[in-house]
């Protein structure tokens, strides 16, 4: 029996009268590539949202590797070891490719970089994973030139930098072009392969599918399925969420 990474317990998040998160109860498991999907609206990144500290759950609790994190500011849940990405990607445009890395891990990187002081140390591991990504040739461009795919690939080096054991990605494939998809999926396995967990949200369900070893079906903000991709496939209930049948 595996443990849960992140798991939640009651979890509610409305915004006026939406019910975004609605009483979720879900765990996702530790050293497993976990997806997460769902009809738009379904409340997958409000739920993110709560997990990492973005915003306050109305009530429920949030759970990691057995500690409570509920509430927490997200600097405190990334340094417990929850890292994530964006669905709108987050780089700052004009740093250069290096630079967003570094600004990832220092919370003062920007007044350094100003400074032009840096951590070697810093440097050569931000290195070490833009090579790990395969954008370590892009290193001097500016995040703005590079394309939305690799600015994907960047934001991934970037949440690497703080050494995650759990990485949430929000729609890593979305807007990205097939061989980078597969590229990010890839990366995905490595990673998992070398001990980190993942809790992906994600559209494209061929990649969700082939990739996942255990899928959570939310609609109307809880979870109405789970297993594996072939069972969850299968069940009326996500047939239903998803076509409205
Ligand atoms: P998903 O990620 O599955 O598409 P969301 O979590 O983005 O779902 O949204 C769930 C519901 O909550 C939707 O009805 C959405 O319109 C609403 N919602 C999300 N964020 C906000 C917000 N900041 N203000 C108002 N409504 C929101």
Redesign the pocket.
């Given at each position: 029996m595996s443990t849960a990474s992140v798991s939640t317990e009651g979890l509610s998040k409305s915004?006026?009268g939406?019910?975004?998160?609605d009483d979720a109860s879900v765990a996702f498991h530790d050293g497993r590539i976990n997806a997460l999907i769902?009809?738009?609206?379904?409340?997958?990144?409000?739920?993110?949202?709560c997990v990492t500290g973005m915003?306050k759950p109305d009530a429920g609790t949030v759970t990691y590797r057995d500690r409570d994190i509920t509430g927490l500011a997200p600097h405190r849940i990334a340094r417990s070891g929850i890292g994530r990405s964006f669905?709108l990607c987050r780089v700052f445009p004009r740093l250069t490719v290096l630079e967003n890395v570094l600004v990832a891990v220092q919370p003062h990187g920007l007044l350094q970089r100003l400074r032009g002081m840096r951590n070697p140390d810093d440097v050569a591991r931000a290195r070490e994973l833009l090579s790990r990504v395969g954008i370590d040739h892009l290193e001097h461009a500016e995040a703005r030139d590079i394309s939305y795919g690799q600015q994907k690939l960047l934001e991934l080096a970037g949440v690497l930098m703080g050494d995650p054991h759990t990485i949430m990605l929000?729609e890593p494939a979305g807007g990205v072009n097939p061989a980078l998809v597969d590229r990010i999926a890839d990366l995905v396995r490595e990673l998992n392969a070398e001990g980190r967990t993942f809790i992906i949200?994600e559209h494209n369900m061929e990649l969700v599918m082939g990739l996942s070893d255990h899928v959570v079906v939310?609609d109307r903000?809880r979870p109405i399925a789970e297993g594996t991709p072939a069972v969850v496939q299968d069940d009326p209930l996500v047939l239903e969420a998803y076509l409205g049948v």
């Open positions: 915004f006026g939406v019910r975004a998160v769902g009809p738009n609206g379904s409340g997958k990144t409000t739920f993110f949202n915003i669905q929000d949200v939310f903000g």
